[in-house]
């Protein structure tokens, strides 16, 4: 996704106008990095350069929509559904904050964090999706690092506490008659920590990737969950923390909303943006 659209079309031109974060193309100099910026413009020989530069590229054609444009700025959300039925929700990052652990047991087993990261991310969907267990992880990992592991580590660092704000929009659409589910990647041992503090009953169904044996962003995943609730994806609506998740759901159709702070508006604000409309 991207920050700011960088475009040499006339101003008023249907595909930006009125839209937020507007640069001139080409551009000159930037506070954000260029690989966040998407360069539209009519001109090959224009794009090529951008792209040359880094910078994501949109040609802008006669068959190009106003609305694949915004598919892609990181500020964009799709508007609820007018029928909405059923509302998916990210678990960690949205529905709990502090979340964070890998620094924790980096520190704590004195790891060189930028080694420990790397080698975490070869094992991080595998873990997620329930194909190798949590302790078959420590066990090479105490291998391969030379540490003494004591208990496990992913359960002991993971101190999750309650969004408000999340669990208050949860329980309004509950109380309206709109079904909420949460759809999560996570590990066995996260998934009963949040079980402990009752964030899984705020639901009324939960859905997590160990236990469905596949994990966002794959479209199996919501497909998954859409044929268990028996919604149709149009009356669907999605919020996740991830960008990679929120644009695969929008690949596949679902509408949905990242729940991140970007330069454009905060996480709260397009939160309170999206859902206003509610009775």
Known sequence: ?????????????PLIDGLPNLAALPIEGSAIPLSRVLALSGDEEQLIEAERLGMGTQLASEDLARRDVLLQMSWY???IPDNLALVLFDMGGVVVKNIHMLGKIARTYGLDREQFFTDYRHYEFPLMEGSISEEQYWRRASEHFGIEVTGNPFSDAFKPVFNDEMVSLITRLRERGVRVVCASNTIDSHWNILKDMGALDLFDATYASHILGCSKPKWRFHRLILDTEGVAIHRSYFVDDSEENVASSRRMGLSSLLYRDVPAVSASERLASAFSLLP
Do not use: E, F, Q, R
């Open 77 to 79: 959300d799709d508007p």
């Open 1 to 13: 996704m991207y920050d700011i659209i960088a475009t040499d079309l006339a101003g008023g031109h």
